[in-house]
Nanobody, 125 residues
Framework: EVQLVESGGGLVQPGGSLRLSCVASGFTFSSHCMGWFRQAPGKEREGVAS????????YDLDSVTGRFTISQDSANNSVYLQMNDLKAEDTAIYYCAAYYLRRVCTLDISTYYYWGRGTQVTVSS
C-alpha cells in the first residue's frame, strides 16, 4: 500500500520557521519525483518544490525562492520542506506527492498520482 505521511505543520508567527516532513512507503522512493504542493482556502492547489534522488531541486514559486528549501533522504524514504521567514500568505495545507519519474521531475500537478493527506501551516501573529 502506498502511503505518504506529512508532519511538521502548525501555527507560527510571521518570520518564523517550520520544517515539514513526508515519509513515503509502498513504492521505490529513488525512482519517483517527490513534490510539495499547497492549497490555501479558496484557492487552487499549487506546486511549491520538487526533487528526485540525485537531482537538483525545482522551485515553482517566486514567492518561496530563497525562503523554502526542499531536500530528501533516500535512506529513510523521506522528503523535507524547510520553510523560513514565513509570511501570512504561506498559510495553507501542504501536501506531499509523488509520481514515477520518466523524464523530468516537474511540478505539473496532473502528473502526480500519489498524495498525502496534508499538514496545516498557519502563519499568524
Amino acid at each position: 500500500e502506498v502511503q505518504l505521511v506529512e508532519s511538521g505543520g502548525g501555527l507560527v508567527q510571521p518570520g518564523g520557521s517550520l520544517r515539514l516532513s513526508c515519509v513515503a512507503s509502498g513504492f521505490t522512493f529513488s525512482s519517483h519525483c517527490m513534490g510539495w504542493f499547497r492549497q490555501a482556502p479558496g484557492k487552487e492547489r499549487e506546486g511549491v518544490a520538487s526533487i528526485v534522488t540525485g537531482g537538483l531541486p525545482n522551485y515553482d514559486l517566486d514567492s518561496v525562492t530563497g525562503r523554502f528549501t526542499i531536500s530528501q533522504d533516500s535512506a529513510n524514504n523521506s522528503v523535507y520542506l524547510q520553510m523560513n521567514d514565513l509570511k501570512a500568505e504561506d498559510t495553507a495545507i501542504y501536501y506531499c506527492a509523488a509520481y514515477y519519474l520518466r523524464r523530468v521531475c516537474t511540478l505539473d500537478i496532473s502528473t502526480y498520482y500519489y498524495w498525502g493527506r496534508g499538514t496545516q501551516v498557519t502563519v499568524s501573529s
